[in-house]
């Protein structure tokens, strides 16, 4: 909703948040034991990096890096305009599906035409923004969070659909079976206001574990 207070993650939040949670989370304190606490992960708040975390989609981050190489190394900088240039056929050759083509080319004409401005989202609360960003073709509830959590460090918005986190849930609270999107967001709910630190904890502690690859970003 509009009138969400806006916050930004910095390394001092970051560090308060992760000493809260380990407080009234024994389970999240015996992970950061393990694991040390997380980095502050930042991206810019860039066409680029939207553009990227669409790339990401439903396929794996070597895969998805992969393709943004090519397409910086394509254009040189990333933008809406070096995107509309190459055009959807140009997006093609560089080995972006006919979808993901389509989703990059209409993100640049929104952007390039006015109707989504990514300094504004900085302005907006966490709600308004995610709604902003889920009227693009192409940005779905996981692309929008993930650019909530990456480029705006929202410290508590939790990515709806994360596999890897569903797997390191369903390990560490040894679930039953991996929960869904929805049990993934209640069981969540308990780190509010800190969901968005949660979620870097248990990436952290994901990717520090090393016969575990991240094999799909996105679940459906």
């Known amino acids: 909703m509009p009138g969400d207070p806006i916050r930004r993650l910095d390394r001092e939040q970051l560090t308060t948040a992760v000493r809260a949670l380990a407080r009234h989370d024994p389970a999240l304190r015996a992970v950061l034991r393990r694991h040390g606490p997380p980095p502050l992960w930042a991206r810019p708040g860039t066409f ?5 975390i669409i790339l990401e989609q439903q ?3 070597a895969s998805a890096r992969a393709m943004f ?6 254009t040189r900088t990333v933008t809406p305009e070096s995107v509309l240039t190459l055009g959807p056929q140009g997006l093609r050759r560089l080995g972006l599906t006919r979808q993901k083509a389509g989703y990059a080319y209409g993100l640049a004409e929104r952007i390039r035409a006015g109707e989504l401005c990514l300094g504004a989202l900085a302005r907006m609360g966490d709600a308004e923004a995610r709604e902003a960003l889920l009227r693009v073709r192409g940005v779905g509830p996981w692309t929008a969070d993930i650019y909530l959590i990456m480029a705006l460090r929202r410290p508590d918005v939790w990515p709806a659909g994360d596999l890897a986190l569903h797997q390191i849930l369903q390990r560490t609270w040894r679930l039953p079976r991996l929960p869904s999107t929805a049990e993934a967001v209640t069981f969540a709910a308990r780190w509010t206001p800190w969901r968005a630190v949660a979620a870097r904890i248990l990436w952290h502690a994901y990717l520090s574990e090393p016969r575990r690859l991240l094999k799909k970003a996105h679940l459906r």
């Not at 190489?69 to 394509?74: G, H, K, S, V």
């Open 48 to 52: 680029a990096t939207l553009l990227r």
């Open 59 to 61: 396929v794996s981050l």
């Open 69 to 74: 190489a090519r397409l910086r190394e394509a």
